[in-house]
């Protein structure tokens, strides 16, 4: 609102311009002098036109219709410089610019602070040319602005009149100019400003500029009065002329402008020379020289060293590093998302990236771009000349390269416009290195021998030479190595250099080198010649011959290789005809392999098997050396080797000798010496163990193994050897171990197939036992041989040689011939034959009768199941027909070799008949065992699903509640079942199908007791019918009233199928402890107490509260609670107002806390408030209650009275009156007495003197004159500060009001109703100060209790509460008889005589000159007293009436009325006789109570007394 009515008022123009001597001239007038000053006349904007020609009786108007017929003067209302409450009016004048008259109604809304002085919302009419005046009342609450319209309202048109209220404003004494006169250019000038704030409210402000003037601090705040120091610099970059404003801005919307000028100019500063040589340097040295630059200025003077002429320069090269940075960072960016693929989860990647180029930008921004050069240098870079003093500036130039160097940099210094140029200039020097000679030639070497040689690098030159070789790029050149490659040769030094020659290659050669030497144009040369020859070798045995060799039997022989040449020889052996494949298989290696297809056929690979293996197969020998060479060969190809052993030698050629290797492979002949092994009877899957014999006659070693079986799962016996392989050395035999298990009952006969490694081929199945049968199957074995030879080059195998020696001489073929048959190869067959048997197992007893069992239970027999032989024997046992009322278990099994296995037959009937049924035992491999069964069921087939019988233990349950338990019965029999269910002792339950109603919680829905003579249990429904497999819910309800353990016995009677006659089938005793419910609290009873001290915060008080369950059942409590108290969770968080009941378990606690709020009342007297938190249950109506004490403590004190009245003393003499003053708080109290300083409630006049009377009859009533008099009512209610200050205004005006009206009145009434009022007046002034401070009760003590009972009805405490409070306020009020509220009723007198007053002028009293109070200040402690002495000062004719307030640190401020007046003594007597009449004597005195004892008892009555008694009788009265 501030800144609308800124811009409303001033207006953007003015603002822009307005100087701060301006602003404060203008803050500074008040309403009425900026009315005075408004001249500018504005006419209102039209909010809405008016388009009614019926309301005017002019039809035609002067003025045009876009016109305004009312010009309003003001245009707006502004009211400035207001106090809060004073109230404020402004004149609005509506001139009629029309030439006819118009109405115009003039509406103001209802505003509290603004309104209109007379009626609102009425029309006026206006004649052509005059105008007519609306005054606006403004009342403020706050120095702050406000806004309000006014609306009015013509014929044509509505137009609004807007009411600003301007509030506070703070004002800064900048002032209106500020000029720096001539400054040098590029240097900082400051003033510095001393601003006050001289507005009337705290100043929060921002000050700005523009460049190149700045201001310090920017912004800030500003108390009222205060003064803050303001800094204004101006430092310009160009010479001339300057200006600029500084702009305060204010919070509430205000701106104001201080012009500021300036000159600048060029310092008388500059440098001693423009031009710096400097001599010849060697790279990497330095050299320097020196530069002045003189300041004869009065400043002091900045530079810096920059590379470039002008900020432009300097602000292009920032823009490339920008550019740099940009590429760089735009360079990873990309780079990181091609690597991610755009993967949003590397956020944190891409965050740290940008962070990285912020950084940089950040950097480069707040470099100074001093000058950087590798070249030139020059110390200091930057610095600072005093005035009138000169710099010295160190230049060092250091060269990098053999070259002439020119430089022109800038100095950058304060009060130059420009840079000053400066032109450095300089040349750099190389080193000088070279050999001591420039060739080497080395002569005749041999290849693969290491030659070493050394050369010298000389440095003639006086820095370092760093020096790297060049690497070669020819084959010879590779051969040489040089040490070291690189480094440094210092100055007037020489530098050995190791060279090494290791030759590769044979023939002559020259090679050149080439050293690179740093900042050197030309490399240093170093050349090489000289000639390689090659090496001479011999083996020393001709051939390798191996002779004959089993197959898969490695055999190796020896040679050696001599190197007769003094060079190293690399060599490399090989075998051309050797296979490239995987090496060999050897015989070790093939026996750990029983189920390799190697045994059985013919592997087809796609390289040659590798057979021979050189060890080493390469190498060098060293000069004049010898190397010794390993060759194996393991054959896998049966037949004659004739091959060669080739040598490669490095650095002469492949294939320089071969060295002859022959061999052979024979693979040896085995036979089995028992091919027919018979084992007899075997039981099934039992494993039995034989051994065959295998015999080698042959030279060789054999390689044998016993083929795992093949389709395995088809045999009727299976069979296995735990060392299936071997090796058969030559002329020996073996024995390996077979296993047989027979699979099927019979006999039973397999054939075990024996190969021999090297032997390929996959055999005929032809087994024969005799010559004969050879010699019967010759003819079909040959054309089986011819037919295979032909198709596949198959073998046809023959168990053994007698039979190959029969075949031969069948077919007329030498055996030499017949064994050399390319399909012909010798392998072994061994027949195994045995004959299987299943166990035997011996079932008894063969016949199981139960007799009478009782049925739905499981009733139990043993069948025993005996294994006689060595094998397990498998069963399997069941019932003859489906849904048998028997069950096996377990109904199959294994049966152990000599062992025996029970099986339980179990019974479990469903109906009191007689059952018979058969068992089958079934036993793997035997026939089928039949064995009867016979069994009479027993007792009832009606079943609960909860145990109900023979007991039902319902453990406990709450009084005054149901307990339900709920069950089933389900009938399991066949046949159809009526229930009938009583108690014993009762009549039989009627018949009821309705369900109980579920519980509910006590009190609400309640359950009705049963009656007495009635069960306390009973069930629902009593009657029933159940169906085979039928099932029934049935409910057992129970209540009791009292506290008590019940027993009951409930019966069950039946009729089943078609009997008629019933019979027990059931019978249950009830057993149930109803209890109420227990819960141990701790604490019985919570007590706060805080004491307030002045320093100290109320803040809520906790107090644990633990409820635990004592009873056997969970409960659920809802607690209630009365404020100030609250019930927390051990959190300390409040409950809910709707939570929900608490459940507590078993033994279980409940953790709570009591908050005491003890700021709940508003006050800082002591108080004490009793409240019971009652803890309900929900399941019993029992309810727990536990009182809570709340006790506050502030510093109080106890007053006896809250009003002193003085009464009327003599003019010009003084009264003290005395107060017993307690501290009635358990803390020390501070005190000090002030007086109440507002002039509506505190009124001190002066009245004139009585006028004298005149004696009038004695027959006449007469009336005393008096001042007036006032009666005041103890039934009226306190009032708050507010009522009372408006009553106390209210009070004074009906008192000023009743003193005109008596100073008006000419003539005395003397009639007898105001005779009478003044009487009734006079009886109703208070008693004495002592007299009340004796009869009136004690008002405040050390706490305010509020008088809860502690009995049973605690529950209507906070009724009682606020009818004691109530009450209590009433005492009180009745105790302050002499207190005088302004609110009190007050009835003036009418005073006779005006004529007897005469004028005179009294002085203006303070309060302090009227009234005392003594000690103003003091301490007391807890239960310590003390006197306080008021004191009345009885001024002429003055009537004074002050509060006094006593003010208690961290306590409350107690209020006392003083009262008093002053006069001189007139008195008259209406009476000159009293006549008493006859009167009956009495015990009692004459005296009336309200009468003093005349004369006083304590002293006698002097001459001058009467007249001052009776003048303080009229007083009392």
């Known amino acids: 609102m501030s800144h609308q009515i800124t811009e409303r008022l001033m207006g953007h123009s003015h603002v822009a311009g307005l100087t701060p001597s301006a602003f404060q001239k203008e803050m500074s007038l008040n309403t009425k002098q900026r009315l005075a000053t408004a001249k500018k006349l504005s006419l209102p904007p039209i909010v809405q036109p008016q388009d009614k020609p019926g309301t005017s009786h002019h039809k035609f108007s002067a003025a045009a219709p876009e016109q305004r017929s009312f010009q309003p003067c003001p245009p707006e209302v502004v009211f400035q410089n207001y106090s809060p409450g004073e109230v404020c009016e402004v004149p609005l004048v509506l001139r009629n610019r029309d030439k006819v008259p118009h109405l115009v109604k003039v509406t103001l809304k209802s505003s509290p602070y603004f309104q209109l002085v007379g009626p609102n919302d009425v029309c006026r009419k206006v004649p052509p040319g005059l105008y007519t005046t609306v005054r606006i009342l403004f009342t403020p609450g706050q120095r702050k602005d406000y806004f309000h319209q006014l609306l009015c309202t013509t014929e044509n048109e509505e137009f609004i009149v807007p009411?600003?209220?301007?509030?506070?404003?703070?004002?800064?004494?900048?002032?209106?100019?500020?000029?720096f006169s001539t400054c040098p250019v590029k240097y900082t000038t400051q003033k510095t400003l001393l601003v006050h704030n001289v507005g009337n409210r705290p100043a929060c402000y921002e000050l700005s500029t523009q460049s190149p003037f700045s201001v310090t601090p920017a912004m800030g705040t500003l108390d009222v009065g205060d003064a803050v120091e303001v800094a204004v610099e101006f430092r310009p970059l160009k010479t001339g002329d300057h200006s600029g404003s500084l702009v305060v801005h204010y919070d509430t919307g205000e701106d104001t402008h201080t012009s500021l000028h300036a000159r600048a100019v060029d310092a008388h500063i500059g440098l001693d020379r423009n031009t710096v040589t400097l001599e010849k340097t060697y790279i990497t040295m330095s050299n320097s020289a020196t530069v002045l630059i003189h300041n004869r200025s009065d400043i002091t003077a900045r530079f810096q060293w920059k590379a470039v002429d002008t900020e432009e320069q300097e602000e292009q090269l920032r823009q490339r590093q920008y550019h740099r940075i940009y590429q760089q960072q735009r360079h990873k960016l990309y780079s990181f998302l091609k690597e991610r693929e755009v993967d949003i989860t590397c956020r944190e990647r891409l965050a740290l990236l940008n962070h990285t180029f912020q950084s940089e930008i950040a950097k480069i921004r707040g470099d100074p771009m001093l000058l950087d050069d590798d070249i030139f240098s020059l110390v200091p870079k930057e610095g600072?000349?005093?005035?009138?003093?000169?710099?010295?500036?160190?230049?060092?130039?250091?060269?990098?390269?053999?070259?002439?160097?020119?430089?022109?940099?800038?100095?950058?210094?304060?009060?130059?416009?420009?840079?000053?140029?400066?032109?450095?200039m300089g040349e750099g020097l190389g080193p000088r290195v070279h050999f001591h000679f420039e060739e080497l030639n080395i002569g005749e070497v041999f290849v693969r021998v290491t030659h070493r040689y050394e050369a010298y690098l000389i440095n003639k030159g006086p820095i370092e030479a760093p020096f790297k070789l060049i690497p070669?790029?020819?084959?010879?050149?590779?051969?040489?190595?040089?040490?070291?490659?690189?480094?440094?040769?210092?100055?007037e030094k020489l530098q050995a250099i190791r060279v090494s020659f290791c030759p590769t290659i044979r023939g002559e050669f020259e090679e050149q080198f080439y050293f690179h030497v740093a900042e050197s144009p030309k490399p240093v040369i170093f050349t090489?010649?000289?000639?390689?020859?090659?090496?001479?070798?011999?083996?020393?045995?001709?051939?390798?011959?191996?002779?004959?060799?089993?197959?898969?039997f490695p055999h190796t022989l020896k040679c050696c290789l001599f190197n007769t040449s003094l060079t190293p020889m690399g060599f490399s052996l090989y075998i051309p005809g050797d296979g490239l494949g995987v090496p060999s298989v050897s015989s070790t290696t093939q026996i750990g392999k029983p189920s390799s297809q190697l045994w059985r056929k013919e592997v087809r690979v796609l390289r040659r098997l590798q057979e021979f293996t050189i060890n080493p197969h390469s190498g060098t020998v060293r000069a004049l050396g010898s190397q010794d060479i390993k060759v194996t060969l393991c054959p896998n190809t049966v037949g004659d080797y004739n091959l060669e052993l080739v040598l490669d030698v490095e650095d002469v050629g492949r294939k320089v000798f071969a060295l002859p290797l022959t061999a052979r492979c024979i693979v040896p002949t085995l036979r089995v010496l028992n091919p027919v092994v018979e084992l007899g009877h075997c039981c099934l899957k039992v494993l039995y163990d034989e051994k065959v014999t295998l015999v080698n006659d042959s030279d060789f070693p054999g390689c044998y193994c016993l083929l795992p079986q093949e389709h395995k799962e088809e045999a009727a016996a299976w069979y296995s050897s735990l060392a299936p392989s071997g090796i058969i050395e030559a002329h020996s035999s073996v024995q390996i171990p077979i296993t047989l298990q027979a699979q099927l009952l019979g006999q039973c006969s397999i054939t075990a197939k024996l190969a021999v490694f090297g032997r390929p081929g996959s055999p005929l199945n032809l087994v024969f036992k005799d010559g004969c049968a050879a010699a019967k199957a010759g003819k079909v074995l040959w054309a089986k041989v011819e037919h295979l030879n032909e198709a596949g080059r198959r073998a046809i195998i023959v168990p053994s040689l007698g039979m190959l020696l029969e075949l031969a001489v069948f077919l007329k073929l030498p055996l030499l011939r017949l064994l050399t048959f390319p399909t012909f190869f010798l392998e072994q067959e061994i027949r195994l034959e045995c004959v299987g048997q299943g166990p035997v197992v011996y079932v008894h007893p063969r016949e199981i009768n139960f007799g009478s069992i009782p049925v739905l239970e499981d009733c139990s027999k043993t069948l025993h199941l005996a294994n006689q032989c060595k094998i397990p024997a498998a069963f399997q046992v069941e019932m003859a027909v489906e849904r048998s009322c028997w069950r096996i278990e377990p109904s199959k099994g294994v049966v152990p070799p000599s062992s025996e296995v029970s099986v339980a037959v179990v019974a479990n009937l469903n109906d009191t008949v007689k059952f018979q049924e058969k068992l089958k035992v079934f036993i793997e491999n035997n026939p089928v065992t039949i064995i009867p069964l016979q069994a009479v069921g027993i007792g009832t087939t009606v079943v609960s699903d909860k145990p109900l019988v023979p007991k039902l233990d319902l453990k406990s349950c709450f009084s005054f509640s149901r307990c339900f338990y709920h069950f089933q019965l389900t009938n399991r029999g066949r046949r159809t079942q009526r229930l009938?269910?009583?108690?014993?002792?009762?009549?039989?339950?009627?018949?009821?199908?309705?369900?109980?109603?579920?519980?509910?919680?006590?009190?609400?829905?309640?359950?009705?007791?049963?009656?007495?003579?009635?069960?306390?249990?009973?069930?629902?429904?009593?009657?029933?019918?159940?169906?085979?497999?039928?099932?029934?819910d049935m409910v057992l309800e129970g209540c009791s009233s009292t506290v008590q353990e019940v027993k009951e016995r409930l019966l069950c009677h039946a009729v089943v199928g078609k009997e008629t006659a019933k019979k027990q089938i059931l019978q249950t005793d009830v057993i149930c402890n109803f209890i109420c419910p227990a819960v141990q609290m701790s604490p019985r009873a919570i007590a706060f107490r805080v004491e307030k001290k002045p320093s100290d915060v109320l803040t809520l008080q906790y107090q644990p509260l633990t409820l635990k369950n004592t009873s056997s059942l969970p409960f659920s409590v809802v607690l209630d609670l009365e404020q100030p108290f609250l019930v927390c969770n051990v959190n300390r968080k409040p409950l809910p107002a709707n939570c929900k009941p608490v459940r507590v378990g078993v033994g279980k606690e409940l953790h709570l806390c009591i908050c005491f709020n003890p700021a709940y009342k508003n006050s800082l007297i002591s108080w004490v408030v009793k409240k019971v938190l009652r803890v309900s249950f929900m399941?019993?109506?029992?309810?727990?209650?536990?009182?809570?004490?709340?006790?506050?403590?502030?510093?109080?004190?106890?007053?006896?009275?809250?009003?002193?009245?003085?009464?009327c003393i003599i003019n010009d003499t003084e009264q003290e009156l005395k107060m017993e003053m307690t501290n009635c708080s358990p803390l020390p109290v501070n005190y000090h007495w002030s007086f109440l300083t507002d002039s509506q409630v505190n009124t001190i006049r002066f009245i004139p003197s009585p006028p004298k009377f005149k004696?009038?009859?004695?027959?006449k009533r007469r009336v005393f004159l008096r001042r007036y008099s006032r009666t005041e009512s103890v039934e009226e209610p306190t009032e708050t500060p507010e009522t009372t200050q408006d009553s106390a205004q209210e009070d004074s005006a009906q008192e000023d009001s009743a003193l005109e009206d008596s100073l008006l009145e000419d003539s005395a009434l003397e009639d007898s109703d105001e005779q009478d009022s003044a009487q009734e007046d006079h009886a109703q002034e208070g008693p004495a100060l002592e007299d009340s401070a004796q009869e009136g009760p004690a008002q405040e003590g050390p706490a305010q209790e509020d008088p809860a009972q502690e009995d049973s009805d605690q529950e209507d405490s906070a009724q009682e509460d606020s009818d004691q409070e109530s009450a209590y306020a009433e005492h009180s009020l009745e105790s302050e008889g002499l207190s005088s509220t302004p609110g009190a009723s007050q009835r003036p007198l009418r005073m006779r005589g005006l004529s007897w007053f005469s004028e005179m002028e009294h002085p203006k009293l303070g309060m302090q000159e009227v009234f005392d109070v003594r000690p103003l200040w003091g301490e007391l402690q807890p239960g310590e007293s003390e006197q306080v002495t008021f004191t009345f000062f009885g001024h002429a004719n003055v009537v004074a009436r002050v509060r006094a307030l006593c003010h208690v640190q961290g306590g409350p401020s107690y209020e006392v009325v003083l009262t008093g007046e002053a006069s001189c003594p007139s008195y008259q007597l209406d009476l000159q006789e009293i006549d008493w009449g006859l009167q009956v004597p009495q015990a009692a005195p004459a005296t009336a109570p309200w009468l003093p004892s005349w004369p006083p008892p304590s002293q006698a009555l002097s001459p001058s007394q009467p007249l001052c008694w009776l003048w303080g009788l009229e007083h009392n009265l």
């Open 163 to 179: 009411i600003w209220a301007i509030g506070g404003r703070a004002i800064l004494d900048f002032p209106d100019q500020l000029d």
């Open 384 to 424: 600072e000349i005093m005035p009138k003093c000169s710099a010295e500036i160190s230049v060092f130039f250091t060269p990098q390269a053999a070259q002439v160097y020119e430089r022109t940099v800038y100095c950058d210094i304060s009060g130059r416009e420009n840079r000053l140029p400066l032109l450095l």
């Open 472 to 491: 070669p790029t020819t084959a010879m050149g590779s051969c040489f190595t040089f040490l070291p490659q690189e480094g440094i040769v210092a100055p």
């Open 1255 to 1259: 004696p009038r009859s004695l027959n």
């Open 1179 to 1207: 399941e019993h109506p029992h309810v727990e209650k536990i009182p809570l004490r709340g006790e506050v403590c502030f510093p109080n004190l106890h007053l006896p009275t809250k009003a002193v009245d003085f009464g």
């Open 980 to 1032: 009938y269910w009583s108690t014993e002792g009762f009549r039989t339950f009627r018949r009821s199908a309705r369900a109980p109603a579920p519980a509910g919680p006590p009190g609400k829905g309640a359950p009705p007791m049963p009656r007495p003579g009635s069960p306390v249990f009973k069930l629902c429904p009593a009657q029933v019918d159940l169906r085979p497999g039928q099932t029934v």
């Open 528 to 552: 090489v010649r000289g000639s390689v020859m090659g090496p001479t070798f011999h083996f020393d045995v001709p051939a390798l011959h191996f002779g004959d060799i089993a197959f898969g």
